[in-house]
């Protein structure tokens, strides 16, 4: 594929990204049990790679790839991106790809041209805890890398060709912490490409392969337009900020705003625009607090669903995917510290409450389903709807 078709592509990427083909997640085939079992609750740990097209010397789109040296205690001898966690340093995700690309590869962004064009779907490895942003850019001209010593034993430049749908993938089984395990490879230049990165991959593979978008892009990150807010956790220096959003639309909710690490924001033009939070549906409570659904078990009681507790959006930017993106975010957060579902509720009285019809209608395209009505607690003389969202 020329890089012309490639940068036309990714031009503008649309709202709904592509999945990438499911042959490529690994699944467990020695057991029906879980391929990563729950872990302790935790703050999720921040982290972004760099997903590089550039054009080679003949006009076709190339990506940037590296072969990590055998000797690393994680991740040992395999193909990824160049990225890894957040230093505190870093101002957005976009910051930290970049930093880690130039101490990996020794990357220069102004020398070849990079201009970052959005994202792919964050996406959150349980294993580890990291929440990874798949930062994507284009550069002008082929980079000047060299690999690191001690990190990076060579550096891959694949064409985009091997990651289109119709590229072949290799069904590989091995046994990964005594769990026999089977999933999709691309066979690369020698290499054997599989998990997250083949994913990330396998995503944008399906991206390139689509028309070209004439929507705007969404999600950059860092935001790059007014109208385009990026989503990301919320910082500690934010609740100056966070206090004035809601006392504008929803001044209640302030009294219960959980800490800041349990928070995502949507951000505009350094105004916060969208503000979601979770928590963990069995956390000590307030007696005087009502809950309801007290009686609710769930089969994964040994490790508790999460709980979105807060989503708001401001009014005059809804019905623009922003509640979906922070929804997004919160799901991933709360399934890479071992939640198995995501619960969220509503009111169920359409008659007395008419927006809680809207409320449903979110929450259902969005990947949720109807779990349980309450009609014992009674909170402020109404139902309870509960919803659950499974996190595979």
């Not at 990590?68 to 966690?85: K, Q």
């Not at 070849?112 to 001209?141: K, N, Q, Y």
């Not at 089977?182 to 990330?200: D, I, K, Q, S």
């Not at 659904?293 to 709980?307: G, I, N, S, V």
Request: glycine residues 6%; hydrophobic residues 45%.
């Amino acid at each position: 594929m020329k890089f012309e078709d490639v940068r036309e592509r990714l031009r503008a990427l649309p709202r709904e990204l592509p999945a990438a083909p499911a042959i490529l997640t690994p699944i467990r085939i020695d057991s029906s049990e879980a391929l990563f079992p729950p872990r302790p609750l935790a703050p999720v740990r921040q982290a972004a790679v760099l997903v590089l097209l550039f054009p080679d010397e003949r006009g076709d789109g190339r990506v940037l790839l590296t072969a990590r040296v055998p000797e690393l205690s994680s991740h040992a001898g395999e193909v990824s991106f160049p990225g890894g966690s957040a230093e505190p340093d870093d101002a957005d995700p976009v910051a930290t790809a970049l930093r880690e690309a130039a101490e990996e590869v020794g990357l220069d962004p102004k020398a070849c041209g990079l201009r970052v064009v959005g994202a792919l779907d964050r996406f959150a490895i349980p294993v580890s805890g990291f929440r990874v942003t798949p930062v994507v850019a284009l550069a002008e001209r082929r980079p000047d890398c060299h690999p690191a010593p001690g990190e990076v034993a060579r550096i891959i430049e694949p064409p985009v060709e091997a990651f289109l749908p119709d590229a072949p993938v290799e069904l590989e089984e091995r046994v990964i912490r005594e769990r026999l395990i089977r999933y999709g490879v691309y066979p690369v230049e020698g290499e054997r490409v599989w998990g997250a990165t083949a994913r990330m991959l396998g995503q944008l593979g399906a991206l390139l392969a689509t028309e070209p978008a004439t929507e705007p892009a969404t999600e950059p990150p860092p935001a790059t337009e007014a109208n385009e807010p990026a989503v990301r956790a919320a910082r500690v220096d934010d609740r100056a900020a966070i206090d004035a959003f809601l006392a504008a639309i929803a001044p209640e909710l302030n009294a219960a705003l959980p800490p800041a690490f349990d928070l995502f924001v949507a951000e505009s033009s350094g105004e916060i625009v969208g503000l979601a939070s979770w928590a963990p549906w069995d956390r000590p409570r307030p007696a005087d607090t009502p809950r309801g659904f007290d009686r609710l078990t769930f089969d994964e009681d040994d490790h508790p669903p999460a709980e979105l507790t807060l989503l708001a959006v401001a009014p005059q930017l809804r019905s623009r995917g922003i509640g979906r993106r922070l929804t997004n975010a919160v799901a991933e957060a709360a399934a890479g510290a071992g939640s198995p579902r995501l619960l969220a509720w509503t009111l169920a009285d359409s008659d007395m409450h008419p927006s809680s019809v809207a409320a449903r209608a979110f929450f259902r395209s969005n990947g949720f389903t109807d779990l349980a009505v309450d009609r014992r607690i009674q909170a402020r003389g109404e139902d309870r709807l509960l919803l659950s969202r499974f996190l595979g």
